[in-house]
């Protein structure tokens, strides 16, 4: 038996001629789908190219697309591969009455295409939510930072959720237009299901139309205290000054009082300085008048500082020491502090007194060399034979 007869030989209803093309498609289709995803998008970058400029953004979008696409292509080839043999009956449709495992077979098929193509379309998403943060960044408004993961995060749940109708449509046959009609019956209890998603949702919209925080502002919600880096369409994560991240839900942001830390005008610092009693009132004078010209006179403090004598304590006698910065970074701020800090030190210094530390001092008294004794009498008894 020569190779013409070996490819001519019928196996299944098919010849060995066709289940070898339909091996080669799928090794072919394996092996370069790498090399076509590539291919497929640098084509679909330069349709993109006019938003976007740089290696670095084109990187970006690579990385992005193209396991999606792979896999996507992979299906695709996955077709052809299996419609290059012959069937008692088409493949690719389905009547009533076939057989159970063609039907889950090729629904399976459908239901994969459908999750590979809303795949790439929400990598697609991502990257041009992707450009318009860099945009964003280069503006002095910080109302755009927030909105760019907002509507970005809200078109990627209406594709999933325009997906999902689309694949109950033409992979099970439901009537999409009847079930969205039947939704207005059961829309009341859907809501109620939904209570918490959707008080979440407008208060995220409550967020962007009063703006009480912008992303990048530092609040205190509660006990909480962070650095707003994301608002979503449901929650807003924070970041806290112990580096973790914490996320919380936008209704909780307007029903718990928010103190919006990054809109104050100063920074304030307050401290008491414990000095021993052994200073004089003339070294408390001269030091408090010198820390007060002090803080008057640095560049970084405004002129409500007061610098006063207020306390005698146990062991000390304090001053307080109230200023107020003009930064609102953290950094510049306790930079600010540590240079007065230095300076504290060095004025107490040079007036010679010194920090009080608690302390108590304990009196001894010593005993006499000899000490005092006492003697026990003993009672004497008086008989009656005796006295007479």
């Known amino acids: 038996m020569n190779w013409r007869e070996i490819l ?19 090794l ?14 640098r084509i679909l ?36 591969a299996f419609v290059a043999l012959n069937y008692p009956l088409d493949p690719t449709e389905i009547r009533d009455g076939d057989h159970i495992i063609k039907a889950f077979a090729f629904r399976t098929y459908q239901v994969f295409v459908i999750v590979a193509l809303t795949w790439v379309i929400l990598r697609f998403v991502d990257f041009i939510g992707l450009i318009f943060k860099l945009r964003a960044e280069k503006t002095a408004s910080k109302l755009d930072d927030q909105l760019v993961p907002f509507f970005k995060d809200f078109s990627k749940v209406l594709i999933v959720l325009f997906s999902f109708l689309a694949m109950l449509g033409l992979v099970f046959g439901v009537n999409v237009a009847g079930l969205v009609a039947g939704l207005g019956v059961g829309g009341l209890a859907i809501a109620f299901a939904a209570k918490e998603s959707l008080e ?4 995220s919209f409550t967020i962007f139309l009063d703006q009480p925080f912008v992303v990048g502002d530092l609040v205190q919600v509660a006990e909480l205290v962070g650095v707003v880096e994301k608002i979503g369409f449901r929650s807003t994560r924070i970041r806290t000054l112990e580096k973790s991240f914490v996320t919380l839900p936008n ?18 610092a307050k ?35 007061r610098v006063r004598f207020l306390n005698l304590a146990s062991h000390s006698k304090d001053v307080m020491v109230l200023y107020f910065v003009d930064t609102m970074d953290w950094n510049e701020y306790i930079d600010v502090k540590e240079e ?25 008294k010593r005993p006499s060399q000899n000490p005092p004794t006492t003697t026990l009498e003993r009672p004497s008894y008086t008989r009656e034979s005796d006295m007479e």
């Open 340 to 364: 007065i800090n230095y300076k504290i030190v060095e004025i107490v210094g040079r007036h010679g007194a010194a920090f009080a530390m608690p302390t108590q001092t304990l009196y001894l």
């Open 251 to 268: 209704k909780f942001m307007i029903d718990k009082p928010l103190d919006n830390l990054t809109l104050r005008t100063f920074r304030r």
């Open 200 to 203: 979440n949702l407008l208060a």
């Open 28 to 41: 072919f289709g394996f092996i370069f789908k790498t090399v076509l995803s590539r291919l497929l998008s």
């Open 8 to 26: 001519a030989y019928e196996f299944l209803g098919n010849t060995v001629r066709d289940f070898l093309i339909f091996a080669g498609i799928l």
């Open 45 to 80: 970058y330069k349709l993109v190219n006019r938003f976007t400029a740089g290696e670095d953004n084109q990187q970006a979008f690579k990385r992005l697309l193209i396991q999606p696409l792979e896999v996507l292509l992979f299906l695709v080839f996955m077709y052809f």
């Open 271 to 305: 401290f008491d300085i414990s000095l021993t009693y052994h200073t004089s009132s003339e070294q408390m004078r001269a030091i408090t008048r010198d820390i007060q010209a002090f803080i008057d006179s640095h560049p970084r403090t405004n002129s409500d500082g």
